[in-house]
């Protein structure tokens, strides 16, 4: 029996986004206290004074690998996992129906993070495809989809669309739909990447329901979520009411400082799972790590604790990794936490748009456990 003791830290409940003083013993992978324990033995304690105690961070959108697994320029799950303080990642949409069966050996195995993704209703990492994955009826089947979910329920926890122009070409708003059909028939939510028209995002809106999420929702792209006069569309915030998750994913150029403010500070519109949409293309630069992301959400004005709830408890719901123990700490749940410290002290961020601000202060990882297993954290937030 391994017991490891976290103790002297701040313990935030991702449930009530609250915290308070407490320590988290872990015994043989789970956790067994909270709060204030009281052990006179255990076999690791590891000293959190000074720092933040939460549920393991979750990346709930990113795309590190490409398809090819032999690829050099694939990133590994670890670099941005946890070896960034990260427990779990879902790679939302970086598989397509053609390249599913290849996944696991690409992604999963030999991980340290625990490893979930989307299926692409595209054929996202199929080689020779140009002019978008999603943009003929050549690359796009609702059967091929379905049939790959089927496959690897172990691992899929959703499907994911890339709504926009680049991506769909002239099948525009029928890819969304094929995708909307395939989350129905596999009981999946639906993941929709939002950017240029075609198709309009009034149209993509639409066909969402509670509990699907959209993604890059405050990118600085012309037919966003703001109309001409900066106000927040209708379809919009009809889609909050109706449930669905509103998601923030850097990538490379879907993150605006400026959109962000305008409908979250100033119109009170949600932001409730802050992710990364990490590819080779951005970890140096832009996203870079969910710590890098949680400093820039800081500026909007949420609290560390609301932050940490947009890593932890609502990607875990809106992916259902709830069933795996992630999103909440609590007694008998596997043992996945996080540990950072936030340092008041200013730091340089940009958005996508290539806007500079300084964060008055910044979050940093220190180390995360995965089922009990502890790692720290190595690699450049």
Do not use: C
């Amino acid at each position: 029996m391994t017991t490891t003791l976290i103790h002297g830290g701040t313990l935030i409940d991702s449930v009530t986004a609250s915290s308070a003083p407490g320590d988290v013993l872990i015994r043989d992978g789970v956790v067994a206290a909270l709060g204030a324990v009281d052990v006179s033995e255990v076999d690791e304690r590891f000293d959190a004074t000074g720092m933040y105690v939460a549920p393991g961070f979750i990346d709930g959108h990113s795309r590190g690998w490409s398809g090819n697994r032999t690829r050099e320029q694939n990133l590994r799950a670890d670099q941005f996992g946890v070896e960034q303080g990260v427990a779990a990642i879902v790679e939302s949409g970086s598989a397509g129906a053609p390249t599913a069966d290849d996944f696991p050996a690409g992604m999963i195995e030999g991980a340290s993070t625990r490893v979930f993704g989307a299926i692409n209703i595209g054929s996202s990492g199929a080689p020779g495809i140009e002019g978008g994955h999603s943009a003929s009826w050549e690359y796009v089947s609702l059967t091929k989809t379905v049939e790959a979910v089927e496959r690897h329920r172990d691992w899929v926890r959703g499907i994911k669309v890339q709504a926009s122009s680049s991506h769909t070409g002239l099948l525009g708003i029928e890819a969304v739909k094929i995708a909307r059909k395939a989350a129905e028939l596999t009981g999946l939510p639906l993941m929709a990447h939002i950017g240029n028209a075609p198709p309009m995002l009034e149209e993509v809106l639409a066909l969402l329901r509670h509990g699907d999420i959209v993604t890059h929702s405050y990118h600085g792209k012309i037919g966003g979520v703001l109309d001409g006069n900066g106000e927040v569309i209708p379809a919009f915030r009809d889609a909050v009411d109706r449930g669905v998750w509103i998601a923030t994913s850097h990538g490379r150029s879907s993150y605006s400082f400026d959109v962000a403010e305008a409908a979250v500070m100033q119109q009170g519109m949600p932001l409730h799972i802050v992710s990364t949409d990490m590819h080779p293309g951005n970890i140096e630069h832009y996203s870079r790590s969910i710590a890098h992301n949680m400093t820039k959400t800081l500026m909007l004005g949420l609290s560390i604790e609301q932050v940490v709830q947009a890593v932890t408890l609502n990607p875990a719901r809106a992916w259902r990794l709830d069933a795996d123990g992630f999103g909440t700490l609590a007694v008998g749940r596997p043992a996945h936490v996080s540990v950072f410290r936030v340092h008041d002290e200013p730091l340089e961020v940009h958005d996508t748009l290539d806007q500079v601000r300084t964060a008055p202060r910044w979050v940093d990882p220190v180390a995360v456990w995965v089922d009990g297993q502890q790692f720290d954290r190595t690699a450049s937030i």
